[in-house]
């Protein structure tokens, strides 16, 4: 069965970086995007960061300019860099992959990570 392994979490100071990593354990294939997500205690699971197959980015509002996603499509394998890091990150985060088996239609499958925790102290 395949699963995501995310690793790089942990405790860290106001101001400083991580870098998150995600790779699959087996293989995966069509993957439409890949992405990070984080929930903080209390709080809904909220989309960081998007890398579609295309290369294209997106972002939350809150990390623009200080988190950065990039993939390794070979592995495949995707990663964020974390700069400038605030009280307010402070969450898990989970990666996730998009795939669509479909050939003639859309066949969308979601693969989840079981995350890793951020701890920003102030």
């Known amino acids: 069965q395949v699963q995501l392994v995310e690793s790089g979490g942990g405790l860290v100071q106001a101001g400083g970086s991580l870098r998150l990593s995600c790779a699959a354990s087996g293989n995966v294939f069509k993957i439409n995007a890949m992405a990070w997500y984080r929930q903080g205690l209390g709080k809904q699971r909220e989309l960081v960061a998007v890398i579609a197959s295309n290369g294209s980015t997106n972002y939350a509002d809150s990390v623009k300019g200080r988190f950065f996603i990039s993939r390794d499509s070979a592995k495949p394998a995707i990663y964020l860099q974390m700069n400038n890091l605030q009280s307010e990150d402070t969450a898990v985060y989970y990666c996730?992959?998009?795939?669509?088996?479909?050939?003639?239609?859309?066949?969308?499958?979601?693969?989840w990570g079981r995350g890793t925790k951020v701890t920003v102290s102030s």
């Open positions: 996730h992959f998009l795939m669509n088996w479909g050939v003639l239609k859309p066949d969308l499958r979601d693969l």
